[in-house]
């Protein structure tokens, strides 16, 4: 007989409730196989695509996208013995080739144990006799209705499960049809008009929700996944330390010309050597001298805790909000380390696969705010930190050179740290390592 199993939503990172559904990459009637990304999910920490633990046929998906689910919900249904065709093991197979349920675990890192169910006996008829086995019937099964696919991470028709199959027995496409029920959901009614030749087919576009009111010339968006975490930290930080922000203005002349020397050197060739690479290794060595930056507040433990390393977190803007993945071991790297973490941190990031494991234990973090021709701000510290580093755009700008005026690269720092643990003098003391290193990378051999 059919063995259905269902697809929780499990914690992908600590302390998650929910996710909203991006988008399905699966539909009823898939067949999958095992580890096959089935769906992706945007949690308070990134975007994360989601594998399935088993092989066999998708028979119901139980949320739509843009729907937000609780942890522990379900978010498919399988059939993992399609069409009951599974035989008993013959009496001479040796009993590790099949698994107690129990002992089976899923191949990968998401998912919790998986809920099993029976199919309920049909009305009317008699119960199977425990002690006397089926046999075994090889259904005939129709082959299914060509449909045409829809394209990964694209435009989802909003339609439930059973409405889906209809549309796909019927040979409908749904992404031409205009959903009669609240907001935009499609209906078996839709489907069938549609199949009768008497729905108008529209572009797939025009069901998209956008928020938009042409009647108040306003837009809403919901304020969910990433976005809302990061209000809700920032948030807490404000309130929670108590910000001090200094500033520097810094000639960078020396550090521009170096990396325009390494980026010809072959050491260095294929390497994208920004400045940012620079302020990153900056900051490793300036935290070596005032260890106070990379400590952090224990509310809880009434505790200054030091920490002997530098995670250091690179603040980015995607299409989702705010993240700020981490380098992990940051002060242990190389320049040209750091140029290559940088690099793939930002690209991964920008395409919103950063996982949230990449986003947590930070210690200390830098925010670019040059990238967009910004001078500088009053960055906010990050929840479980004490400091972050603003960075500005580097400028041509009239600048006083052994008496003489001179256009030289120049740009300014922001440091905003927690006064509770970072005292005037250690922050300023910082502040002024960081420019003295960017000022002249000569001055790194004397730390």
Not at 307 to 329: E, Q
Request: charged content about 25%; proline content about 9%; glycine content about 8%.
């Amino acid at each position: 007989m059919p063995e259905y199993k269902q697809f929780p939503l499990s914690d992908t990172a600590e302390g998650l409730t929910e996710a909203d559904i991006i988008a399905w990459h699966v539909k009823p009637g898939d067949e999958v196989t095992v580890n096959q990304i089935v769906v992706e999910v945007e949690t308070a920490k990134a975007a994360v695509e989601l594998p399935i633990p088993w092989a066999g046929v998708i028979t119901e998906l139980h949320a739509e996208p843009g729907q937000t689910v609780e942890v522990g919900a379900p978010l498919l249904t399988v059939d993992v013995d399609p069409g009951g065709k599974a035989a008993p093991a013959p009496a001479a197979a040796p009993a590790a080739e099949a698994p107690a349920e129990e002992e089976m675990k899923p191949l990968v890192g998401y998912g919790s144990k998986a809920v099993v169910t029976k199919r309920r006996a049909r009305k009317g008829s008699a119960p199977s006799a425990p002690s006397t086995p089926e046999p075994v019937v090889a259904a005939v099964v129709p082959a299914p209705a060509p449909v045409v696919e829809e394209p990964r991470g694209g435009y989802v028709p909003l339609a439930k499960p059973p409405v889906r199959k209809l549309a796909k027995d019927l040979g409908v496409d749904l992404r031409a049809l205009t959903g009669t029920a609240d907001g935009g959901v499609i209906t078996r009614e839709d489907v069938e008009r549609a199949a009768n030749g008497s729905a108008p087919a529209v572009p797939a576009v025009s069901t998209v929700d956008t928020g938009y009111d042409p009647t108040t010339r306003e837009r809403r968006v919901p304020i969910k996944g990433v976005r809302k975490a990061t209000a809700a930290a920032m948030v807490q930080s404000a309130y929670t330390a108590p910000h001090v922000t200094e500033f520097l203005t810094v000639d960078v002349t020396p550090m521009m010309e170096l990396r325009e020397k390494l980026k010809t050197s072959r050491e260095f060739r294929g390497v994208k050597l920004t400045p940012l690479a620079f302020a990153a290794k900056a900051v490793c060595l300036a935290a070596k001298r005032t260890p106070d930056v990379n400590a952090v507040w224990d509310e809880a433990a009434q505790e200054i805790v030091y920490k002997d390393y530098v995670h250091l977190g690179i603040a980015a803007a995607t299409p989702r909000g705010l993240v700020v993945p981490k380098i992990f071991d940051a002060d242990a790297k190389s320049l040209k380390e750091l140029a290559l973490a940088l690099t793939e941190l930002t690209d991964v990031a920008r395409e919103g696969k950063t996982t949230p494991a990449a986003m947590l234990n930070g210690t200390f973090t830098i925010t670019n705010v040059g990238v967009f021709g910004v001078d500088t701000g009053t960055p906010i510290i990050n929840p479980g930190e004490s400091a972050i580093l603003a960075v500005g755009a580097i400028r041509d700008t009239p600048w006083v050179v052994d008496g003489e005026i001179k256009v030289r690269k120049v740009l300014q720092l922001s440091l905003s740290f927690d006064h509770r643990v970072v005292d005037g003098q250690q922050g300023s003391e910082f502040l002024a390592d960081v420019g003295a290193l960017l000022a002249d990378p000569a001055v790194a051999i004397t730390y």
